[in-house]
């Protein structure tokens, strides 16, 4: 994503375009979660005994705080890609 940036070192072609709507970098990102869940435990029949929320808290934290920066800060977004009012 951060490759994106360097319009030399990442060809604009392979990001996401306004005509398709996905590029070489979203098919990157979803065969990863993909095959992430093809592996889990749930997926292979073996699901844990309850939800380790104390694990999970601080990704919820991280997002939040990721969230609150970034619309604090102003940061750019693509209209095309996230609408006018997100």
């Known amino acids: 994503i951060l490759a994106v940036d360097f319009p030399s070192l990442y060809p ?31 997926a292979r029949h ?17 997002g939040t705080i990721r969230l609150v920066v970034n619309k604090g800060v102003e940061y750019q977004e693509h209209v095309s890609e996230y609408g006018l009012h997100w």
């Open 12 to 42: 604009r072609k392979y990001v996401k375009t306004e005509i398709t709507g996905y590029g070489l970098m979203d098919i990157g990102a979803a065969s990863y979660i993909i095959c992430g869940g093809l592996t889990s435990s749930y």
């Open 46 to 62: 073996k699901p844990k005994s309850s939800i380790p929320w104390k694990k999970m808290a601080p990704l919820y934290l991280m």
